[in-house]
């Protein structure tokens, strides 16, 4: 969509339904300045099974792009690296002192049943992914 984040599954999948999901750390772990032009949204929009999963914010779809931007400056610069992602996200990940990585996920989306256009509200949700995300990558 012009350059705007697609849903689709994410390699994690922590943001998808089923027991990935279940398995969630809760979202107060996740540390999220807001950014000009967003609002925290506890209800994650059309997405209500993000609640307590993620936090999320809202904005409009032409700013989501840029915002989503201005987040991932924000998290590497506190050392998380991008070690993954799709259309519509990123996974970041982050070296624990003790050894193995904490992870973390972005998904971007929109309320599909909406006209599209640049005022539409759009959401990015940020969650924890539970577990050593670098742990698969260490047995290998």
Known sequence: MRGFFLLTALGAGL???GAAAAQTAPASAVDLPLVTGMTFDDTCGPRPQYQGKAVCVRGN???IEPVAGTYIGHFTGQGWQVVGGEANGVIF???RAGG???GLEMAAYYDETRPVA???EAWLAFAPIPGDVCAGA???
Do not use: I, K
């Open 93 to 95: 990940a982050r070296p």
């Open 15 to 17: 943001l998808s339904s």
């Open 100 to 102: 193995g990585c904490d």
């Open 61 to 63: 779809l032409a700013s």
């Open 138 to 140: 260490a047995a290998q």
């Open 118 to 120: 640049p005022a539409t």
